[in-house]
C-alpha cells in the first residue's frame, strides 16, 4: 500500500483541473524527500492517490489518480471537549482520540484548567495537537482527516456549539442524579444517534457553576464512569472507548454491504 501523507490545505496549490495536477509544500515534502520518494512513485496525499511529477527543494508536483480506499473511517460524527491537560497527558489525550474514531477535538480552557494560555500561546498549542492528530491518522490507517479546533475557553461559545449534536456526553464526577452509561447507550443506539459529543473536564474537576451551565443544555446526559476517582486521561479514554464500541457500526455496515 502506498504511504500517506497529510498536507494542510493551504499548503496544497491546484493547477490544472482536466490533468488534476497539483503542487504541495511544507513539512511533508521534507519528509517525502527523506523517504527517497522519486519522480513516478505512487504516494497517498490527504484522500487522494497521486503521482510524482517533479520533485523540488521546496515543492513538489503531484497528479491525482483517484480517490484513496477509505480505511478506519467511524460511522458515527464524534466531537469531543476536552480542557486543556498538562504535559503530556494532552498529547496522550490526542492520540489515543483519533485511533479509537474521534472526528473532531475541540480543547478548551475552564476555570481549573492548569494550563494558563495567551492567545499566540493557544495557536502554537493547537497547531502542536493537529500535527499529533496527522501522525496519529498514519499510525493507525485512517485515511479521514480528525480536525484540532481552536482553543476556546468554556463560556457561551462552547455551550452554544452543544446544541448541534443529536446528544452530548458529560462526564462529571459530583453529579448526584446522573445516569448510568449503559442507559444513556441504550437510548443513543435506538434513537440511532450519529452526531454525539462528550465533554471531559481538567485535573481540578468542573466548578458547580460550570457544571450547571453544561447540564441546562437540553442535548446533555450527564454520566458515571463508575465510583472510582479516574485521572481525566483514563476517564477520557474509558468514554470514547464505550462510546464507539457501542455505537460505530463501521465495520458492520461495510460487511452488509457486500
Do not use: W
Not at 122 to 151: F, H, P, S, W
Amino acid at each position: 500500500m502506498a504511504r500517506r501523507f497529510i498536507v494542510d490545505n493551504q499548503d496544497i496549490k491546484y493547477f490544472s483541473k482536466e490533468e488534476n495536477i497539483i503542487e504541495i509544500k511544507g513539512k511533508e515534502v521534507k519528509h517525502i524527500q527523506v523517504l527517497r520518494h522519486d519522480v513516478g512513485d505512487v504516494i497517498i496525499v490527504n484522500e487522494y492517490v497521486c503521482k510524482i511529477l517533479r520533485m523540488h527543494n521546496t515543492y513538489i508536483e503531484l497528479q491525482v489518480l483517484s480517490n484513496a480506499k477509505k480505511q478506519g473511517e467511524p460511522s458515527i460524527d464524534l466531537t469531543f471537549f476536552v480542557s486543556v491537560l498538562k504535559g503530556d497527558k494532552m498529547d496522550l489525550v490526542i492520540q489515543k482520540s483519533v485511533e479509537l474514531g474521534v472526528k473532531n477535538i475541540v480543547p478548551f480552557i475552564s476555570k481549573n484548567t492548569v494550563v494558563r494560555l495567551d492567545e499566540k500561546g493557544k495557536c502554537k498549542k493547537r497547531d502542536k495537537y493537529q500535527i499529533i492528530a496527522n501522525e496519529a491518522c498514519k499510525q493507525c490507517g485512517r485515511t479521514d482527516m480528525v480536525n484540532v479546533l481552536d482553543i476556546i475557553n468554556l463560556d457561551l461559545s462552547l455551550l452554544d456549539m452543544l446544541s448541534e449534536f443529536d446528544i452530548c456526553i458529560f462526564a462529571y464526577e459530583n453529579e448526584k442524579n446522573k445516569n448510568s452509561l449503559h442507559e444513556v447507550m441504550e437510548v443513543a443506539k435506538k434513537k440511532n444517534y450519529k452526531k454525539i459529543a462528550m465533554i471531559i473536564g481538567p485535573e481540578g474537576g468542573f466548578t458547580q457553576d460550570e457544571a450547571s451551565d453544561i447540564k441546562s443544555n437540553d442535548k446533555c446526559e450527564c454520566v458515571s464512569l463508575g465510583s472510582r476517582i479516574l485521572r481525566a486521561e483514563t476517564a477520557a479514554i474509558n468514554l470514547m472507548s464505550v462510546v464507539m464500541y457501542e455505537l460505530d457500526n463501521g465495520e458492520v455496515e461495510k460487511n452488509n454491504k457486500r
